[in-house]
């Protein structure tokens, strides 16, 4: 098996939707067969973006595209996305992070290796990048963030090292992660209500939602995320609540009595949405959750 590094530019020609498949053309095959099973990272190019290295995925298999000749998708396995918690830059000490675009002197190669869609990275280098964009120790600073009482970073205290496929593939871990970006491109606000709730210490009261749950082969993706109050949550999880394609807040009002709707859900029942068009919901994981939960009650993600 081969790790990748894979180039995704959002808007462009090709049919990707990085947490469920990547288009590429036929010079890549063999580079991209060599990685099924195995994990890639996506990587926004310099014209298109300031983002560098930002997202994970592990490659299930590959197959020709539907509709366009010459072409194929390699489509991951569901679940496995998970964006960085901070995206990684291109250089690091005014190195390239990828030894294939490095020259012998450390300076950035130029031209051709730069413009490859495809690239295989040895593990040493993934492992390296993804220990930027994902930390070992992200759930220590996560339960220490708001919470003064926490052992601090300057401590004594050293972290199990776990290797980087396991943090990869922990729930535990992806959780906080998923968590950790969904409600950082809200503001801390919440979706439905457009209330930003935090407690005495700081620490916000909005929690991130999964659209589509990962049991239902949804993703860890901030466009499958939506920050929500408890009680939206609780309300959305059930379907009793739910998202129209123009991004209008659905209610099932003969389970929702009017007085809650005017109380919980903002004027003009509208979604609040993130500044960044990149994290909107994505149409199909809301379209999913209209059709699979709004109306139904007993559900629970």
């Given at each position: 098996?081969?790790?990748?590094?894979?180039?995704?530019?959002?808007?462009?020609?090709?049919?990707?939707?990085?947490?469920?498949?990547?288009?590429?053309?036929?010079?890549?095959?063999?580079?991209?067969?060599?990685?099924?099973?195995?994990?890639?990272?996506?990587?926004?190019?310099?014209?298109?973006?300031?983002?560098?290295?930002?997202?994970?995925?592990?490659?299930?298999?590959?197959?020709?595209?539907?509709?366009?000749?010459?072409?194929?998708?390699?489509?991951?396995?569901?679940?496995?996305?998970?964006?960085?918690?901070?995206?990684?830059?291109?250089?690091?000490?005014?190195?390239?992070?990828?030894?294939?675009?490095?020259?012998?002197?450390?300076?950035?190669?130029?031209?051709?290796?730069?413009?490859?869609?495809?690239?295989?990275?040895?593990?040493?280098?993934?492992?390296?990048?993804?220990?930027?964009?994902?930390?070992?120790?992200?759930?220590?600073?996560?339960?220490?963030?708001?919470?003064?009482?926490?052992?601090?970073f300057d401590d004594a205290v050293t972290p199990f090292e776990r290797p980087v496929l396991e943090r990869l593939t922990r729930r535990s871990y992806r959780d906080i992660a998923f968590r950790?970006?969904?409600?950082?491109?809200?503001?801390?606000?919440?979706?439905?209500?457009?209330?930003?709730?935090?407690?005495?210490?700081?620490?916000?009261?909005?929690?991130?939602?999964?659209?589509?749950?990962?049991?239902?082969?949804?993703?860890?993706?901030?466009?499958?995320?939506?920050?929500?109050?408890?009680?939206?949550?609780?309300?959305?999880?059930?379907?009793?609540?739910?998202?129209?394609?123009?991004?209008?807040?659905?209610?099932?009002?003969?389970?929702?009595?009017?007085?809650?709707?005017?109380?919980?859900?903002?004027?003009?029942?509208?979604?609040?949405?993130?500044?960044?068009?990149?994290?909107?919901?994505?149409p199909g994981n809301l379209r999913w959750h209209r059709e699979s939960c709004f109306g139904q009650s007993g559900r629970v993600s």
């Open positions: 098996m081969t790790k990748l590094i894979l180039i995704h530019k959002a808007g462009s020609i090709y049919d990707d939707e990085p947490d469920t498949r990547y288009d590429f053309p036929r010079q890549y095959l063999k580079a991209v067969e060599e990685a099924i099973g195995d994990w890639v990272i996506y990587y926004e190019p310099v014209k298109a973006g300031t983002r560098g290295y930002f997202a994970v995925a592990q490659v299930d298999r590959v197959v020709l595209h539907p509709s366009l000749n010459d072409r194929f998708m390699a489509l991951m396995v569901p679940g496995t996305f998970l964006p960085f918690d901070e995206c990684v830059p291109r250089l690091s000490g005014g190195r390239p992070r990828e030894s294939a675009l490095m020259n012998a002197d450390g300076s950035l190669k130029k031209g051709g290796a730069q413009q490859l869609a495809v690239r295989r990275v040895p593990e040493r280098e993934f492992a390296a990048i993804v220990s930027c964009g994902l930390p070992e120790d992200l759930e220590t600073r996560e339960a220490a963030r708001y919470d003064s009482g926490a052992p601090g950790r970006r969904v409600r950082e491109a809200y503001g801390y606000r919440c979706a439905v209500s457009g209330l930003e709730l935090r407690n005495g210490g700081g620490r916000p009261e909005v929690q991130a939602a999964h659209i589509r749950p990962v049991a239902e082969k949804g993703s860890d993706s901030v466009r499958n995320g939506l920050a929500l109050s408890g009680t939206l949550h609780w309300m959305f999880d059930r379907g009793l609540i739910s998202v129209a394609e123009d991004y209008g807040i659905l209610v099932s009002h003969n389970k929702v009595p009017k007085d809650v709707v005017d109380r919980l859900i903002a004027p003009g029942q509208r979604l609040h949405l993130p500044s960044d068009r990149r994290d909107w919901p994505h």
